[in-house]
C-alpha cells in the first residue's frame, strides 16, 4: 500500500510531500523552489538523499540543478539542467550537463522551432559523443491546420544513409 500525505504553507504550496519511506521538503524564495529528498535509512531515521534546485526569472525556469548528499555533510553535483527561451517566451533550447571529474560536461540537448503562430514546428534531440560534440538522436516535425490544430506528427532518426522518417501521425478534425 502506498500512503502519501502533504503540508501546504498559508499561500497554498506544498513544503512537505510523505510517504513511509521518502519524504521532500520543499522551500521557497522570490526566484527559486528547493526540494529536498529524504529516505529513511536501516536504523528507521531520515537521511538527506537528493537536493533539486530549480531557479526562474519573471516565472520562467531557467536552470534545475541536483546535487547528491554522501554523509556526513557534502552535497556533490549531479546534474544541471538550463532552459532557454526566445523573445516570445518559447522554450527554444534545453541543455543537460553531468559533474564529471570535477567539471560540468555536456550530455544532452534539445532544440525546439516554433512558426510565427507560436506553434511547435520541429524538436530535434541531440546527446554527445566521446569527442564532446553533439550528434542528432531523434527529431519530430508538425504542421498544424488554419485552426492550430495538429494535423501531422512526422518522427525522424538518424541512419547510415542520412535522416530518416520512422513513422507519421495524422489527425483529422470534423466540426
Known amino acids: 500500500e502506498n500512503i502519501t500525505a502533504y503540508s501546504y504553507d498559508t499561500g497554498n504550496r506544498v513544503i512537505q510531500e510523505r510517504s513511509p519511506s521518502v519524504r521532500?521538503?520543499?522551500?521557497?524564495?522570490?526566484?527559486?523552489?528547493?526540494?529536498?529528498?529524504?529516505?529513511?535509512?536501516?536504523?528507521?531515521?531520515?537521511?538527506?538523499?537528493?537536493?533539486?534546485?530549480?531557479?526562474f526569472i519573471n516565472g520562467k525556469l531557467v536552470s534545475h540543478l541536483s546535487e547528491?548528499?554522501?554523509?556526513?555533510?557534502?552535497?556533490?553535483?549531479?546534474?544541471?539542467?538550463?532552459?532557454?527561451?526566445?523573445?516570445?517566451?518559447?522554450d527554444t533550447m534545453s541543455l543537460t550537463r553531468q559533474w564529471q571529474n570535477g567539471a560540468w560536461n555536456d550530455y544532452y540537448k534539445e532544440v525546439r522551432q516554433y512558426n510565427v503562430s507560436g506553434d511547435k514546428v520541429q524538436e530535434f534531440t541531440y546527446y554527445v559523443d566521446d569527442t564532446g560534440a553533439f550528434n542528432?538522436?531523434?527529431?519530430?516535425?508538425?504542421?498544424?491546420?488554419?485552426?492550430?490544430?495538429?494535423?501531422?506528427?512526422i518522427t525522424r532518426y538518424p541512419t547510415a544513409t542520412g535522416v530518416q522518417n520512422s513513422s507519421r501521425w495524422e489527425w483529422a478534425y470534423g466540426n
Open 68 to 90: 547528491k548528499f554522501t554523509p556526513p555533510a557534502t552535497w556533490n553535483n549531479i546534474q544541471i539542467h538550463y532552459f532557454f527561451y526566445d523573445a516570445a517566451l518559447q
Open 136 to 153: 542528432f538522436s531523434q527529431g519530430k516535425l508538425y504542421e498544424y491546420d488554419a485552426s492550430h490544430h495538429l494535423i501531422q506528427e
Open 24 to 55: 521532500h521538503t520543499y522551500s521557497y524564495t522570490a526566484d527559486s523552489v528547493v526540494k529536498l529528498t529524504e529516505k529513511k535509512v536501516a536504523d528507521n531515521t531520515w537521511q538527506f538523499d537528493i537536493r533539486n534546485t530549480r531557479v
